[in-house]
């Protein structure tokens, strides 16, 4: 997944995939959302609400996450608005 963004600041990037995943989430699209957030984490790690709203793809959508997974994004997503 690639939005064509690379001149622009790390974070500016990291925004853009984040405003693609609600997008996708609100198309019901959980996995190209997912895929989104995980992008956007990966240039900005500490983007908290990324991490809140993949717990909210998962419980939303059903899909498959594990009960420790679920509590490590809950954690980081506290951690980053500490």
Known sequence: MNIGADHLPRKHQAQAYFFMALAFKG???YQESIMAYNKALELCPDYSDCYFNLGNIYFEGGLSQTGEELQCDLEKASYCHL
């Open 27 to 29: 198309m019901k699209a």
